[in-house]
């Protein structure tokens, strides 16, 4: 790729600066086209739309949108399997599917997520999009350290690939042998999940490796957890590595990375050119004004295999449409938790990244932390579990008392109750994920 090429700002200029008249228009054009296309292949689709009173010649505007029925993780389990192997939802015969991932099912039946080969061209074209967006060229050597066993983010790799980068097909090696791929093949570009990314650093050090002068990591990207878009915890391992630290966001449903940081750090641009996005109340569905807190809502825009119309992500968070100071124009969501981990505590909604945000923040303690959610009094309370640094000389009850004041002060409700642990105490740290929430409750508390 010619020099110039390389120093471009942008993977795609026309598309990601287009102004925002002009990508309404494109995203109205493909939301008629892939609402008709649904209505006509998918058995599921032409039932809904029935049933709902609605058509494809409804849209005349992005908005008519609101007039269609949505879709959740629960339809993509019921209509799976049903007729074929690819299900109710799918719009294509297996013969045109190349590609397959899958859930992980932790949460009920695993969902699978086809792709035909234009499906998953344009899919790697964007993930190419965002790592050019956090500054990966062609000289950049790359490993990509996540799952390949079904996971959707696996095949992201090949965006990179595609951009050029010279790239290590990682995956979930063993800490040691990934520190060991780091020192010997010195990458400069690593993706992975942000609790991995402190594990990682925090292992190579007891193992005599300092990240900052042995490795030559310089850009760390994370996904899969509400780490990346803490500013605490994206600073805390900032400084662990002496690298930047970028957020991407995915979905099972749709493909690896939709959203990506840029250099603002201000939000998670979403590819708007692919995925429509809606906000919706989230105890009566209504659309919301862009700008507000409520539960994302997704449109695929172009993923033929298996349109997503309306579908209800269960995240909770908003999309800011204003300018962007990086010159893009897509709009940046903001994710503050998943619906289903938020807790109500004396009527305040609690999200366990504020309470992250916090103690990641706070002087002597290591960062790992556990939330336990339970019931007392018939009421949901919540106790915190931090780590005391070994050379830390107050007592518990001090350093409790300094973690209780800071958390209800972010969040508006202190925990019942804050236990210290030595350091090392907390069995939180992962290769992967860290499960840091256990609910204990029996009641139901609905959002």
């Known amino acids: 790729m010619a020099k110039v090429q390389e120093e471009r700002k942008y993977w795609n ?53 609101a007039k269609f029925p949505f879709i959740n993780k629960q339809t993509e389990r019921e209509t799976q399997g049903v007729g074929s192997f690819l299900g109710e939802l799918c719009c294509v015969p297996e013969e045109e599917v190349v590609f397959i991932s899958s859930s992980s099912g932790s949460t009920g039946v695993p969902t699978i997520s086809p792709f035909t080969q234009e499906d998953f061209d344009e899919f790697q074209d964007t993930e190419s999009r965002w790592f050019w967006q956090v500054g990966m060229r062609p000289k950049d050597r790359y490993i990509h350290a996540l799952n390949f066993s079904l996971y959707v983010g696996g095949p992201d790799v090949i965006g990179a690939q ?89 979905l099972s449903d749709i493909y690896g990375a939709c959203a990506a940081m840029c250099d603002a750090k201000d939000g998670l641009h979403i590819a708007e050119d692919q995925i429509y996005v809606e906000t919706v109340d989230i105890h009566t569905g209504e659309v919301i004004p862009n700008g507000q807190v409520g539960e994302l809502v997704y449109t695929t825009l172009r993923k033929k295999a298996r349109p997503m119309i309306r579908f209800r992500t269960g995240d909770i968070g908003r999309i800011d449409q204003t300018p962007c100071s990086c010159g893009r124009t897509h709009g940046r969501i903001h994710i503050l938790g998943r619906k289903d981990d938020m807790f109500i505590v004396s009527a305040v909604n609690v999200f366990p990244s504020d309470i992250e945000a916090v103690i990641r923040g706070i002087k002597g303690i290591t960062g790992e932390y556990l939330v336990r ?21 107050e007592t518990d009850e001090q350093l409790a008392a300094r973690v209780s004041s800071a958390i209800k002060a972010r969040v508006g409700v202190k925990p019942y109750a804050v236990v210290v642990h030595p350091d090392g105490g907390l069995n939180t740290r992962s290769e992967h994920k860290s499960k840091r929430i256990i609910d204990e409750r029996n009641l139901t508390y609905n959002i």
């Open 13 to 65: 200029e026309k598309i990601e600066t287009m102004p925002r008249p002009e990508l309404e228009k494109l995203q109205l054009e493909r939301l008629k086209e892939i609402v008709k296309f649904s209505y006509e292949n998918s058995p599921y689709y032409k039932r809904s739309f029935d049933a709902a009173g609605v058509s494809p010649d409804d849209i005349h505007e992005l908005s008519d949108l």
């Open 162 to 250: 595609n951009l050029g980068a010279l790239c290590i097909w990682g995956g979930t090696l063993p800490s040691e042998r990934l520190l060991f791929v780091l020192k010997t093949y010195q990458p400069t570009i690593i993706w992975t999940s942000p609790s991995y990314a402190w594990y990682l650093g925090e292992t190579a050090k007891k193992n005599g490796i300092d990240p900052k002068k042995d490795l030559s990591i310089r850009t760390i990207i994370v996904a899969g957890e509400m780490g990346g878009s803490i500013d605490t915890t994206r600073k805390a391992i900032e400084d662990l590595w002496g690298a930047k630290v970028y957020d991407f966001y995915g």
């Open 373 to 393: 959610i339970y019931e007392k009094d018939l009421t949901c309370k919540y106790n915190v579990e931090v780590e005391k640094n070994a050379d830390n000389d």
